[in-house]
T-cell receptor, first 113, second 112 residues
Framework: GAVVSQHPSWVICKSGTSVKIECRSL??????MFWYRQFPKQSLMLMAT?????????EQGVEKDKFLINHASLTLSTLTVTSAHPEDSSFYIC?????????FGPGTRLLVL | GENVEQHPSTLSVQEGDSAVIKCTYS??????FPWYKQELGKRPQLIID?????GEKKDQRIAVTLNKTAKHFSLHITETQPEDSAVYFC???????????FGTGTRLKVLA
């Protein structure tokens, strides 16, 4: 139980394009999902909290117009990196909450050329 | 805001020895402390957690201790095995927000 999937697992795109990443809870419903960013050999940095049916809450320093989050159903949250640039290249990981525990997706590796 | 410090950043132990990783948090309102194991390129996996109303929790070779007064919590792995080699992250969470603040991670190497 408590399986979270992400799609795509990796993506390469040109600078200036937008990329959408999906996060799904496969066997449970999640009113709250979280989006993290992880640079090589570093910790997970929380970007935003995604709440089903309402606007996402962004952490300080995260541009909400650049990282668009939509949580339209209890099993799906999406993160769209708009006008991606090379500095946006990173490992993006989502999680879905059951009670206090977060279950993580496998991550999406984004490379912006 | 909440800050979580984690030490050491790297830890090498001989197979069969014990490993201890320590974390310190700053927000006294934090009340849930999970530990995750992350292998290279993979998702973080929950290995054990502890709530603020408990001082210690054990699951086979893994144990976690919590000192609320000192705002310290620690992960203990006994009888380490090569497959325990990974990066371990501690986190602190506050009831209501459910947000995790992660520690900086500890790269554990178990030498055969």
């Amino acid at each position: 139980g408590a399986v979270v999937s992400q799609h795509p697992s990796w993506v390469i795109c040109k600078s200036g394009t937008s990329v959408k990443i999906e996060c799904r809870s496969l066997d449970f419903q999640a009113t709250t999902m979280f989006w993290y960013r992880q640079f090589p050999k570093q910790s997970l940095m929380l970007m935003a909290t995604s709440n089903e049916g309402s606007k996402a809450t962004y952490e300080q320093g995260v541009e909400k117009d650049k990282f668009l989050i939509n949580h339209a159903s209890l099993t799906l949250s999406t993160l769209t990196v708009t006008s991606a640039h090379p500095e946006d290249s990173s490992f993006y990981i989502c999680s879905a909450r059951i009670g206090e525990t977060q279950y993580f997706g496998p991550g999406t590796r984004l490379l912006v050329l | 805001g909440e800050n979580v410090e984690q030490h050491p950043s790297t830890l090498s132990v001989q197979e069969g020895d014990s490993a201890v990783i320590k974390c310190t948090y700053s927000d006294s309102a934090s009340n849930y402390f999970p530990w995750y194991k992350q292998e290279l390129g993979k998702r973080p996996q929950l290995i054990i957690d502890i709530r603020s109303n408990v001082g210690e929790k054990k699951d086979q070779r893994i144990a976690v201790t919590l000192n609320k007064t000192a705002k310290h919590f620690s992960l203990h792995i006994t009888e380490t095995q090569p497959e325990d080699s990974a990066v371990y992250f501690c986190a602190a969470s506050t009831s209501g927000t459910y947000k995790y603040i992660f520690g900086t991670g500890t790269r554990l190497k178990v030498l055969a």
